[in-house]
């Protein structure tokens, strides 16, 4: 996937047992975060009645994505064109996401599935959690969904109110209580859009030098990122192999849905 073209023959099809549901599943590689926005985009207008999308996909170059409601002033937009990092909108909501060392998820679901939104939330974690736990057994025990839903207009008003992975909503996936994967829905007439980040490598902790704030705030950021947030390099103390996880994730994904 490249270039801006809206591309899936590398998917295949499965049909959902019990519903005329059928999935079409693609890994489309590197591309720019605008490419990546609209290909989501174009996969919740091409979900209809009986056909649904999971997608997975990365950054290149690294980019910032933020909330459909958060303003671009929030980033010094400069430095990050200087660094060579994009910044772009998220058709969803949440807030500001440095892409670098991860995989992306999406997923494009039509409602006639019968699930409400916060089932098909909750079922999308629990298919990366199987995901993860595949090519990783040794995190199940510690790995679990946040069980609670925090109040966030209070959250929105702290220093790290633009930061998405400073804190968990309700069903995200952490791991020892620190957020794994970050996730938004936004529910278009009668399709679902939810993506999010799966976290491998730290480099997504500097997104505190990209944002338009004090300067003694910045390392303050940075700290509450690291006590919040944590990456499956960092648990298991090694590389991860990027192509294994992405097929691990497919695998979780099916046993959940299908």
Known sequence: MSNGQWRIENGEW????GSNVIWRFIDSGFDTGANNMSIDLKLAENAKSNKA??????????????????????????????????????????????????????????????????????????ALVKGLILYAPEISE?????????????????????????SSAKSEVKFDAKKIIGSAQRKMQNVILQHGSILVGTFHRKLPEYLNVETNLIEKLKIELAKKTIELETILKMKVDYRELSECLKKGFKDEWL
């Open 14 to 17: 499965e049909k959902r047992i």
């Open 53 to 126: 999308f999971f997608r997975l996909y990365r950054w290149e170059p690294y980019c910032i994505s933020l909330g459909a409601n958060q303003s671009f002033d929030d980033i010094n937009i400069e430095k990050a064109k200087a660094d060579n990092i994009d910044v772009v909108k998220r058709p969803t909501g949440g807030r500001a996401i440095l892409h670098a060392e991860e995989i992306t998820y999406s997923v494009a679901l039509p409602l006639s599935v019968g699930f409400s939104q916060k089932e098909i939330y909750e079922k999308i974690s629990n």
């Open 142 to 166: 510690h790995i679990a969904l946040e069980n609670e839903q925090p109040h966030f207009p209070s959250l929105l008003k702290k220093d790290s109110g633009s930061l998405c992975f400073a």
